[in-house]
């Protein structure tokens, strides 16, 4: 079966330090893995998508990158963290053309101080 | 892509059968139409999907019209651990419409005793 784990589960970290949030996905192969954030009470936002190795799509300008160095590893980064980049960060993935939606990691609660 | 309208919030009691509506107006011919639902702190999880007319499984039940501009998403018996925030999301399974899913901000529902 398909699992998606994501970590760390929860992350303090201050103004100007880096990140690097990792995501992998077992049980499948060639899928599409999205980054998501969400601010607090607030709906899904669409950071990044990837359809394959090294391919990466940004939907919001800002200061985080996005890389896939293997086809189920999806890794969301910043050289350095703004207060504005405190929130609930989602890895998800999906494969093509199937009927079950995204499965969705549960999640890295990130505070920047 | 289809945009899609929820009402912000519902309530409800223990027992109660709910409905949520989302319309999307803008839908295209092979746009499918996915519901989601997310607990406080944890990634949204996959309902039920849908073409058109009606598709029901062991948790909800999805009555799509025939010019499928809207959708309602059928709760039966909801109890109180049916509160949680709802999606209504409109994509193209089948050609990679799905990269781009945007999450609006979601239908709010409070189960009461």
């Known amino acids: 079966s398909q699992t998606i784990h994501q970590w760390p589960a929860t992350l303090v970290q201050p103004v100007g330090s880096p990140l690097s949030l990792e995501c992998t996905v077992e049980g499948t192969s060639n899928p599409n893995l999205y980054w998501y954030r969400q601010a607090a009470g607030r709906g899904l936002q669409l950071l990044f998508y990837s359809v394959g190795i090294g391919q990466i799509s940004s939907e919001v300008p800002q200061n985080l990158s996005a890389s896939r160095p293997q086809d189920r590893q999806f890794i969301l980064s910043s050289k350095k963290l703004l207060l504005s980049d405190s929130g609930f960060y989602l890895c998800?993935?999906?494969?093509?053309?199937?009927?079950?939606?995204?499965?969705f990691g549960s999640g890295t609660r990130l505070t920047v101080v | 892509l289809a945009k899609t309208t929820q009402p912000i919030s519902m309530d409800s009691y223990e027992g109660q059968e709910v409905n949520i509506t989302c319309s999307h107006n803008?839908?295209?011919?092979?746009?499918?139409i996915t519901w989601y639902q997310q607990f406080p702190s944890q990634g949204p999880r996959f309902i039920i999907q849908?073409?058109?007319t009606k598709v029901t499984n062991e948790v909800a039940s999805l009555f799509i019209p025939a010019d499928r501009k809207s959708s309602t998403l059928s709760l039966p018996r909801v109890s109180l651990s049916d509160t949680a925030v709802y999606y209504c999301?409109?994509?193209?399974?089948?050609?990679?419409?799905?990269?781009?899913?945007?999450f609006g901000a979601g239908t709010r529902l409070a189960v009461h005793p």
């Open positions: 849908g073409y058109k």
């Open positions: 998800a993935w999906i494969a093509s053309g199937t009927g079950n939606g995204y499965t």
């Open positions: 803008n839908i295209a011919t092979n746009d499918y």
């Open positions: 999301l409109v994509g193209d399974l089948a050609t990679g419409g799905y990269n781009k899913l945007i």
